[in-house]
């Protein structure tokens, strides 16, 4: 993985944010052993 | 449950009085969004209300309506996927169709596929053709079920984890399994449309198996009847939907 990032890295300007917690709307939460993925604040948006 | 079996949704009989349609329109729109990152359980609901869009009635509004209670009742919902130590990374498929849900005569398809705990790819969807028989709906669903599952193997290998043992995919229909595992001629099958028989080459390949599993424990039921409550909520943690 820090492999692949180096050489990401080297062949294009990146920055490096970390693990990932939200993507187009859907919320990730990490913990051992264990990925989640919920949908709390869309849906939140959608009941407005 | 987000759509409720006792009552039956049939088409407008007034016509479209064009009032509110704009609003559900947009609001089925979002839904369909979020049903196809991590909700399998609304996406059968979601489907069949969609398919009213172009002429409503209150019925459907309500409905609708009822989605949104539901939703946020389980807004705190998502699906988790855990990874246990030691197993086969692999995944599992299930598939069903079902009948006399529709008030087109026409059978909805839905499958799932579920690997370390978690749904990871779903369907629910109207079959363009018209099956004379549950069992023939259930073979095309395969058909559909399996063309998924080739693509997830792929997948898979493609990432590394080489599936050397054939695919699974449950199945509650005993003679959809003697279909599919044995190609003898069919008084019923002649009629079948022979691409769809491409699912007999998978099995004799040993790419692909079919099991036999009790009604109960089909969870691709969730994205082809609206479902009571018990069940309802046993298949969807079957799909990995749980308060994170």
């Known amino acids: ?46 009941l407005k | 449950m987000p759509l409720d079996p006792n009552i039956k949704i049939e088409p407008n009989p007034d016509g479209n009085e064009g009032n509110w349609s704009n609003m559900y329109a947009q609001l089925i729109d979002k839904l369909q969004f979020i049903m196809n990152s991590i909700w399998p359980d609304i996406t059968y609901a979601i489907n069949r209300l969609a398919s009213y869009t172009a002429n409503l009635s209150i019925q459907h509004q309500t409905a609708l309506k009822r989605v949104l209670q539901y939703l946020s009742g389980t807004k705190t919902y998502g699906i988790t996927y855990k990874n246990i130590p030691g197993s086969h990374i692999s995944f599992l498929g299930y598939t069903n169709a079902a009948y006399k849900n529709r008030d087109d005569n026409k059978l909805t398809t839905g499958y799932v596929f579920i690997a370390v705990e978690g749904a990871i790819t779903w369907r629910s969807s109207r079959q363009s053709m018209t099956a004379e028989s549950s069992t023939k709906a259930k073979y095309i669903a395969l058909w559909e079920a399996g063309k998924e599952a080739s693509w997830l193997r792929n997948l898979y290998n493609e990432l590394g984890f080489t599936q050397k043992e054939p695919m699974v995919i449950m199945q509650d229909n005993t003679g959809m399994v003697a279909i599919a595992k044995n190609p003898m001629f069919h008084k019923y099958t002649k009629h079948i449309n022979s691409h769809f028989h491409w699912i007999r080459e998978k099995i004799q390949d040993g790419q692909l198996d079919i099991e036999i599993c009790c009604t109960d424990k089909q969870t691709a039921d969730a994205l082809t009847k ?19």
């Open chain 1, 1 to 46: 993985m820090e492999e692949m990032k180096k050489d990401i890295h080297t062949e294009w300007e990146t920055t490096d944010m970390g693990e990932p917690t939200k993507i187009v709307g859907i919320e990730i939460t990490q913990s051992p052993g264990q990925i989640s993925i919920s949908q709390g604040k869309s849906i939140e948006n959608i």
């Open chain 2, 226 to 244: 609206s479902l009571a409550c018990p069940k309802h909520d046993k298949h969807s943690k079957a799909m990995g939907l749980l308060p994170v």
